[in-house]
């Protein structure tokens, strides 16, 4: 759950890194996201998942969420309200610490320590993913032992994003190609 709350922690720095990018005369006041804004007004336990619930995505295409389980690796789709749909398991992935819906069925899976990234397909009747049938890069190697890719990002008009830990605590851009 430490894991998802990062991850909402990671939306003013991917704002901050994109206006830090940017002179004062492009920015437009009205298009930036207003955290004070927000409220919890819900919290709900995922049942029968005891730890290591990583990262979590929406499909607007399903109408559902996407988490990644770092140990043993999984993917758990679950509705709007938290309930589980299905699991899906995952062969060679290992320490997988976000997921980011692209498009259609396309996700993007990062894994920590091997700093990974795999795009993968996700149907309705996908039931199993195995790393090696997906394409896959690595973003250089991790400095330190668990310091490496811990959230990912998907934006439609400029990319994937994703945050390492530490040593360096950076965001790196993947921009569209």
Same mark, same amino acid.
Request: aromatic residues 8%.
């Given at each position: 759950?430490?894991?998802?709350?990062?991850?909402?922690?990671?939306?003013?720095?991917?704002?901050?890194?994109?206006?830090?990018?940017?002179?004062?005369? @492009?920015?437009?006041?009205?298009? %930036?996201?207003? %955290?004070?804004?927000?409220?919890?007004?819900?919290?709900?336990?995922?049942?029968?998942?005891?730890?290591?619930?990583?990262?979590?995505t929406?499909?607007?295409?399903?109408?559902?969420?996407?988490?990644?389980?770092?140990?043993?690796?999984?993917?758990?789709?679950?509705?709007?309200?938290?309930?589980? *749909?299905?699991?899906?398991?995952?062969?060679?992935?290992?320490?997988?610490e976000?997921?980011?819906?692209?498009?259609?069925?396309?996700?993007?899976?990062?894994?920590?320590?091997?700093?990974?990234?795999? *795009?993968?397909?996700i149907?309705?009747?996908? =039931?199993? %993913?195995?790393?090696?049938?997906?394409?896959?890069?690595?973003?250089?190697?991790?400095?330190?032992?668990?310091?490496? %890719? @811990?959230?990912?990002?998907?934006?439609?008009?400029?990319?994937?994003?994703?945050?390492? @830990?530490?040593?360096?605590? @950076? =965001?790196?851009?993947?921009?569209?190609?």
């Amino acid at each position: 759950m430490r894991y998802f709350f990062l991850l909402l922690a990671l939306v003013p720095i991917l704002s901050f890194a994109y206006l830090k990018n940017q002179s004062a005369s @492009e920015i437009d006041e009205n298009s %930036l996201i207003d %955290l004070a804004d927000y409220k919890i007004v819900h919290v709900k336990s995922v049942e029968n998942i005891a730890e290591n619930l990583s990262g979590i995505t929406y499909s607007p295409d399903s109408s559902t969420l996407f988490a990644v389980i770092n140990n043993p690796e999984q993917i758990i789709e679950l509705s709007k309200t938290g309930e589980i *749909i299905r699991k899906i398991a995952m062969q060679n992935f290992h320490d997988t610490e976000g997921i980011a819906h692209i498009g259609g069925d396309s996700y993007a899976i990062i894994q920590e320590t091997s700093r990974a990234i795999s *795009i993968v397909t996700i149907s309705e009747d996908t =039931v199993e %993913l195995d790393a090696n049938a997906f394409r896959q890069f690595n973003i250089s190697t991790a400095l330190v032992a668990n310091g490496g %890719l @811990e959230g990912v990002a998907w934006s439609v008009n400029t990319g994937l994003y994703v945050a390492n @830990e530490h040593s360096p605590n @950076e =965001v790196i851009h993947l921009p569209l190609s």
